[in-house]
């Protein structure tokens, strides 16, 4: 197999960083679409990665949420806490981590970054960015981002590693 030359680096690292970028303005510009343009920005950094390219993915991620930064800085926090980083720790995951109990240990640290981040997203929204959350939520807020968001993450950390696999097939099939 023929080695691939950096620039194909940069240019699907371009590619990604455009896509994500543009889901997250999309998502700032109108406000129900705001959780659909962090998964999708953080689906397009799965792009660089589908290749191996880690400094590539990790660009992306910088570059999108900087370029996103414009349209609104507020809405950008939760991408750059956690759903731009979350794929590229993933990815290390996988490669490094093969011990079953450093991996439980991961999982558990993983959970609580997420938590953390949905914590300081929901006051940064709701404070800076003057989102109204509704009464039930408003309540039991405690209740539902520690355990509803515990048992949330495992699911959708699963997903992020599926939908990472089809990222490699796809991405995969590119000829150049």
Same mark, same amino acid.
Request: charged letters at 10%; proline letters at 5%.
């Given at each position: 197999?023929?080695? #691939?030359?950096?620039?194909?680096?940069?240019? $699907?690292?371009?590619?990604?960083?455009?896509? !994500? *970028?543009?889901?997250?303005?999309?998502? !700032? &510009?109108?406000? =129900? /679409?705001?959780?659909?343009? +962090?998964?999708? @920005? !953080?689906? *397009?950094?799965?792009?660089?990665?589908?290749?191996?390219?880690?400094? @590539?993915?990790?660009?992306? +991620? &910088?570059?999108? @949420?900087?370029? *996103?930064?414009?349209?609104?800085?507020?809405?950008?926090?939760?991408?750059?806490?956690?759903?731009?980083?979350?794929?590229?720790?993933? +990815? &290390?995951?996988?490669? +490094?981590?093969?011990?079953?109990? %450093? =991996?439980?240990?991961?999982?558990?640290?993983?959970?609580?970054?997420?938590?953390? !981040?949905?914590?300081?997203?929901?006051?940064? &929204?709701?404070? /800076?960015? @003057?989102?109204? =959350?509704?009464?039930? /939520? #408003?309540?039991?807020?405690? $209740?539902?981002?520690?355990?509803?968001?515990?048992?949330? =993450?495992?699911?959708?950390?699963?997903? %992020?590693?599926?939908?990472?696999?089809?990222?490699?097939?796809? %991405?995969?099939? /590119?000829?150049?």
């Amino acid at each position: 197999m023929k080695k #691939e030359k950096p620039s194909f680096e940069i240019a $699907l690292s371009a590619i990604a960083c455009a896509l !994500s *970028a543009g889901c997250l303005m999309l998502g !700032s &510009l109108v406000p =129900f /679409l705001l959780a659909t343009g +962090y998964l999708l @920005g !953080s689906f *397009a950094v799965m792009i660089p990665l589908s290749k191996n390219y880690l400094r @590539g993915a990790f660009l992306c +991620y &910088l570059a999108a @949420g900087l370029i *996103a930064v414009w349209v609104n800085p507020v809405n950008i926090i939760p991408y750059a806490v956690f759903f731009g980083l979350h794929p590229i720790v993933n +990815y &290390l995951q996988k490669k +490094y981590i093969t011990f079953k109990p %450093i =991996f439980f240990v991961v999982e558990a640290v993983k959970t609580v970054w997420f938590v953390l !981040s949905m914590w300081l997203s929901y006051f940064v &929204l709701k404070s /800076l960015a @003057g989102f109204v =959350f509704p009464e039930f /939520l #408003e309540q039991y807020f405690y $209740l539902i981002l520690f355990l509803g968001g515990t048992l949330f =993450f495992f699911g959708y950390d699963f997903l %992020i590693f599926r939908c990472q696999q089809s990222a490699n097939v796809i %991405i995969r099939r /590119l000829r150049r």
